[in-house]
Protein backbone atom coordinates (compact mmCIF):
# COMPACT_ATOMS: atom_id res chain seq x y z
CA UNK A 1 0.00 0.00 0.00
CA UNK A 2 1.27 3.29 -1.13
CA UNK A 3 2.11 5.87 1.68
CA UNK A 4 1.76 9.68 0.43
CA UNK A 5 3.45 12.54 2.50
CA UNK A 6 3.19 16.39 1.93
CA UNK A 7 6.00 18.44 1.98
CA UNK A 8 6.40 22.37 1.64
CA UNK A 9 6.37 25.56 3.70
CA UNK A 10 3.36 26.33 6.34
CA UNK A 11 3.03 30.10 5.38
CA UNK A 12 3.36 31.36 2.31
CA UNK A 13 2.37 35.62 1.53
CA UNK A 14 -0.71 36.82 -0.15
CA UNK A 15 0.12 36.94 -4.06
CA UNK A 16 2.88 34.74 -3.88
CA UNK A 17 3.44 31.17 -5.11
CA UNK A 18 2.19 27.92 -2.94
CA UNK A 19 4.39 25.07 -3.60
CA UNK A 20 3.52 21.61 -2.32
CA UNK A 21 5.42 17.99 -2.58
CA UNK A 22 4.21 14.82 -2.46
CA UNK A 23 6.36 11.71 -2.09
CA UNK A 24 4.90 8.36 -2.78
CA UNK A 25 6.65 5.46 -1.02
CA UNK A 26 6.22 1.87 -0.88
CA UNK A 27 4.56 1.60 -4.78
CA UNK A 28 5.33 3.33 -8.15
CA UNK A 29 4.02 6.48 -9.70
CA UNK A 30 4.59 4.75 -12.99
CA UNK A 31 1.95 2.81 -11.73
CA UNK A 32 -1.05 2.68 -14.39
CA UNK A 33 -3.20 2.17 -11.85
CA UNK A 34 -3.37 5.63 -10.35
CA UNK A 35 -3.97 9.20 -10.87
CA UNK A 36 -2.35 11.51 -8.63
CA UNK A 37 -3.93 14.07 -7.11
CA UNK A 38 -4.54 17.27 -4.70
CA UNK A 39 -7.86 17.88 -3.01
CA UNK A 40 -8.07 21.53 -0.12
CA UNK A 41 -9.77 21.79 2.89
CA UNK A 42 -10.02 25.23 4.45
CA UNK A 43 -10.08 25.44 8.18
CA UNK A 44 -13.67 24.24 9.39
CA UNK A 45 -15.40 23.98 6.13
CA UNK A 46 -15.64 20.80 3.27
CA UNK A 47 -13.08 18.85 0.96
CA UNK A 48 -12.43 20.74 -2.83
CA UNK A 49 -10.83 18.91 -5.60
CA UNK A 50 -7.80 21.09 -6.86
CA UNK A 51 -6.74 18.79 -9.61
CA UNK A 52 -4.41 15.88 -10.55
CA UNK A 53 -1.66 14.51 -13.09
CA UNK A 54 -0.95 10.98 -14.50
CA UNK A 55 2.51 9.52 -14.34
CA UNK A 56 2.75 10.43 -18.23
CA UNK A 57 2.24 14.32 -17.66
CA UNK A 58 -1.55 14.96 -18.61
CA UNK A 59 -3.22 17.09 -16.13
CA UNK A 60 -6.59 18.05 -14.98
CA UNK A 61 -7.61 20.67 -13.16
CA UNK A 62 -10.63 22.10 -11.32
CA UNK A 63 -12.00 25.04 -13.49
CA UNK A 64 -12.03 27.51 -11.11
CA UNK A 65 -7.94 27.06 -10.35
CA UNK A 66 -6.52 26.40 -13.50
CA UNK A 67 -5.38 29.65 -14.02
CA UNK A 68 -3.30 29.70 -10.99
CA UNK A 69 -2.80 26.27 -11.06
CA UNK A 70 0.10 23.29 -12.06
CA UNK A 71 0.46 20.41 -10.87
CA UNK A 72 3.63 18.07 -12.36
CA UNK A 73 5.22 14.88 -11.84
CA UNK A 74 8.88 13.56 -11.29
CA UNK A 75 8.64 10.02 -11.74
CA UNK A 76 12.77 10.31 -10.99
CA UNK A 77 11.98 10.95 -7.21
CA UNK A 78 8.66 9.37 -7.41
CA UNK A 79 7.15 12.39 -6.33
CA UNK A 80 4.48 14.85 -7.72
CA UNK A 81 4.27 19.13 -6.99
CA UNK A 82 1.58 21.71 -6.46
CA UNK A 83 2.40 25.23 -7.42
CA UNK A 84 -0.81 27.06 -7.14
CA UNK A 85 0.47 31.18 -8.06
CA UNK A 86 -1.25 34.59 -6.79
CA UNK A 87 -2.37 33.39 -3.25
CA UNK A 88 -4.56 35.10 -1.24
CA UNK A 89 -6.26 34.16 2.19
CA UNK A 90 -9.26 32.71 0.37
CA UNK A 91 -6.30 29.77 -0.13
CA UNK A 92 -5.25 29.39 3.14
CA UNK A 93 -6.50 25.48 3.80
CA UNK A 94 -4.84 21.77 4.79
CA UNK A 95 -3.61 20.37 1.87
CA UNK A 96 -4.14 16.20 1.04
CA UNK A 97 -1.92 14.87 -1.90
CA UNK A 98 -4.05 11.21 -2.93
CA UNK A 99 -3.87 8.17 -5.39
CA UNK A 100 -7.09 7.84 -7.39
CA UNK A 101 -7.38 4.70 -8.18
CA UNK A 102 -8.50 3.61 -11.82
CA UNK A 103 -10.35 0.48 -10.69
CA UNK A 104 -12.35 2.00 -7.98
CA UNK A 105 -14.00 4.26 -10.42
CA UNK A 106 -11.18 6.84 -9.72
CA UNK A 107 -11.71 6.97 -6.02
CA UNK A 108 -9.24 8.19 -3.24
CA UNK A 109 -8.01 5.01 -1.73
CA UNK A 110 -4.75 6.78 0.08
CA UNK A 111 -4.55 10.31 1.17
CA UNK A 112 -1.37 12.57 2.79
CA UNK A 113 -1.73 13.32 6.32
CA UNK A 114 -2.63 17.11 5.41
CA UNK A 115 -0.22 19.87 5.34
CA UNK A 116 -1.80 23.63 6.52
CA UNK A 117 -1.00 26.28 4.40
CA UNK A 118 -1.69 29.37 6.01
CA UNK A 119 -1.94 32.58 3.72
CA UNK A 120 -0.42 35.53 5.30
CA UNK A 121 1.82 38.68 5.46
CA UNK B 1 -20.27 20.99 -13.11
CA UNK B 2 -22.08 18.25 -11.20
CA UNK B 3 -23.12 19.67 -7.95
CA UNK B 4 -23.69 17.34 -5.00
CA UNK B 5 -26.08 18.16 -2.22
CA UNK B 6 -26.03 16.14 1.20
CA UNK B 7 -28.86 15.91 3.47
CA UNK B 8 -28.94 15.77 5.98
CA UNK B 9 -26.56 18.82 6.87
CA UNK B 10 -26.50 17.28 10.66
CA UNK B 11 -27.73 13.81 11.66
CA UNK B 12 -27.70 13.69 15.61
CA UNK B 13 -27.82 9.65 16.29
CA UNK B 14 -27.47 7.51 19.09
CA UNK B 15 -25.21 4.40 19.21
CA UNK B 16 -26.80 1.45 17.66
CA UNK B 17 -29.24 3.40 15.71
CA UNK B 18 -29.32 3.52 12.18
CA UNK B 19 -28.03 6.44 10.06
CA UNK B 20 -29.45 7.28 6.23
CA UNK B 21 -27.39 10.05 4.70
CA UNK B 22 -28.54 11.24 0.90
CA UNK B 23 -26.68 12.70 -1.79
CA UNK B 24 -28.37 14.57 -4.94
CA UNK B 25 -26.57 15.24 -8.31
CA UNK B 26 -27.33 18.29 -10.10
CA UNK B 27 -27.16 15.87 -13.04
CA UNK B 28 -27.35 12.01 -13.33
CA UNK B 29 -23.96 10.38 -12.32
CA UNK B 30 -22.55 7.23 -13.48
CA UNK B 31 -22.92 4.94 -10.51
CA UNK B 32 -19.40 3.49 -11.24
CA UNK B 33 -17.92 7.34 -10.42
CA UNK B 34 -19.63 7.82 -7.09
CA UNK B 35 -17.76 7.11 -3.41
CA UNK B 36 -18.03 7.80 0.27
CA UNK B 37 -15.73 9.23 2.77
CA UNK B 38 -15.50 9.06 6.34
CA UNK B 39 -13.55 11.74 7.88
CA UNK B 40 -12.78 12.47 11.55
CA UNK B 41 -11.80 15.27 13.26
CA UNK B 42 -8.17 15.99 12.73
CA UNK B 43 -7.46 13.10 10.82
CA UNK B 44 -7.54 12.86 6.67
CA UNK B 45 -10.58 11.35 4.74
CA UNK B 46 -11.05 7.33 4.16
CA UNK B 47 -12.53 5.90 1.84
CA UNK B 48 -16.02 3.65 2.42
CA UNK B 49 -17.75 3.10 -0.72
CA UNK B 50 -16.90 3.02 -4.60
CA UNK B 51 -18.86 2.19 -7.68
CA UNK B 52 -21.81 3.52 -5.50
CA UNK B 53 -22.26 -0.10 -3.27
CA UNK B 54 -18.63 -1.43 -2.99
CA UNK B 55 -17.05 -1.63 0.08
CA UNK B 56 -13.46 -0.53 0.34
CA UNK B 57 -10.70 -2.80 1.76
CA UNK B 58 -11.22 -3.37 5.25
CA UNK B 59 -14.90 -1.35 6.15
CA UNK B 60 -17.22 -3.21 8.22
CA UNK B 61 -20.45 -4.36 6.13
CA UNK B 62 -22.67 -2.20 8.38
CA UNK B 63 -21.97 0.05 5.57
CA UNK B 64 -23.15 0.04 2.51
CA UNK B 65 -24.31 2.32 -0.47
CA UNK B 66 -27.17 2.80 -2.99
CA UNK B 67 -28.37 4.49 -5.56
CA UNK B 68 -27.92 5.35 -8.97
CA UNK B 69 -29.06 8.14 -11.65
CA UNK B 70 -28.83 11.50 -9.26
CA UNK B 71 -29.98 9.80 -6.32
CA UNK B 72 -27.28 8.28 -3.80
CA UNK B 73 -27.67 7.03 -0.28
CA UNK B 74 -25.10 5.71 2.67
CA UNK B 75 -26.39 3.57 5.07
CA UNK B 76 -24.79 2.62 8.43
CA UNK B 77 -26.83 0.06 10.10
CA UNK B 78 -25.73 0.43 13.72
CA UNK B 79 -23.76 2.84 14.55
CA UNK B 80 -21.01 2.43 16.67
CA UNK B 81 -18.59 5.35 18.68
CA UNK B 82 -16.24 5.17 16.03
CA UNK B 83 -19.04 6.14 13.19
CA UNK B 84 -19.43 9.24 14.70
CA UNK B 85 -17.93 11.54 11.68
CA UNK B 86 -18.26 13.27 8.65
CA UNK B 87 -19.03 11.78 5.73
CA UNK B 88 -18.58 13.14 1.94
CA UNK B 89 -19.64 11.96 -1.21
CA UNK B 90 -17.81 12.66 -4.53
CA UNK B 91 -18.59 12.34 -8.37
CA UNK B 92 -16.14 11.28 -10.85
CA UNK B 93 -18.28 11.21 -13.40
CA UNK B 94 -17.83 14.53 -14.83
CA UNK B 95 -14.83 17.09 -14.36
CA UNK B 96 -14.50 18.92 -12.13
CA UNK B 97 -14.62 16.28 -9.54
CA UNK B 98 -16.98 17.48 -7.22
CA UNK B 99 -17.87 16.68 -3.25
CA UNK B 100 -20.77 17.23 -1.59
CA UNK B 101 -20.45 19.67 1.36
CA UNK B 102 -20.96 16.68 4.01
CA UNK B 103 -23.05 15.60 6.51
CA UNK B 104 -21.96 15.12 10.48
CA UNK B 105 -23.45 12.21 12.26
CA UNK B 106 -23.24 13.37 16.08
CA UNK B 107 -24.01 11.79 19.32
CA UNK B 108 -27.32 12.54 20.32
Known amino acids: QSQLQESGPGVVKPSETLSLTCTVSGGSITSDAYYWGWVRQPPGKGLEWIGG???????YYSPSLRSRLNISVDTSKNQFSLNLTSVTAADTAVYYCARHNRFKGTAIDSWGQGSLVTVSS | EIVLTQSPGTLSLSPGERATLSCRASQTVSSSHLVWYQQKVGQSPRLLIY???NRATGIPDRFSGSGSGTDFTLTISRLEPEDFAVYYCQQYSNSPWTFGQGTKVEIK
Open chain 2, 51 to 53: GAA
Open chain 1, 53 to 59: VYFSGNT
